[in-house]
């Protein structure tokens, strides 16, 4: 089994930072891709950030030069720094992981999901 655990949440004012964590745990073997999703109310979820092994990334053109993505020297830990946040970065952020475990094939998991408000 494996599970993510997100951290670091919460209200922040137009042009505020947050940093968000991410930490993978059980039977892995290792990590391929690491990174964050989100999903505004109404809409689909949508990639925000994401990093290879590596350490390659992606970033959704409505966060470059905002959003930096990085990963742990154990590569098993993920966070993004968010800085100059707007109104419509509001929406609940997920940590997405492909997963290579110890027996069987790579495979997608996510976390739970943590609320990001940006509101004055």
């Known amino acids: 089994q494996v599970q993510l655990v997100e951290s670091g949440g919460g209200l922040v004012q137009p042009g505020g930072s947050l940093r968000l964590s991410c930490a993978a745990s059980?039977?892995?073997?290792?990590?391929?891709?690491m990174g964050w999703y989100r999903q505004a109310p109404g809409k689909e979820r949508e990639l925000v950030a994401t990093?290879?092994?590596?350490?390659?990334?992606n970033y959704a053109d409505s966060v470059k030069g905002r959003f930096t993505i990085s990963r742990g020297n154990a590569k098993n830990t993920v966070s993004l720094q968010m800085n100059s946040l707007k109104p419509e970065d509001t929406a609940v952020y997920y940590c997405?992981?492909?997963?290579?475990?110890?027996?069987?094939?790579?495979?997608?998991?996510w976390g739970q999901g943590t609320q990001i408000t940006v509101s004055s």
């Open positions: 059980g039977s892995i073997f290792s990590i391929n891709v």
């Open positions: 997405y992981a492909n997963i290579v475990p110890l027996v069987g094939g790579p495979f997608g998991s």
């Open positions: 990093m290879t092994s590596g350490s390659s990334t």
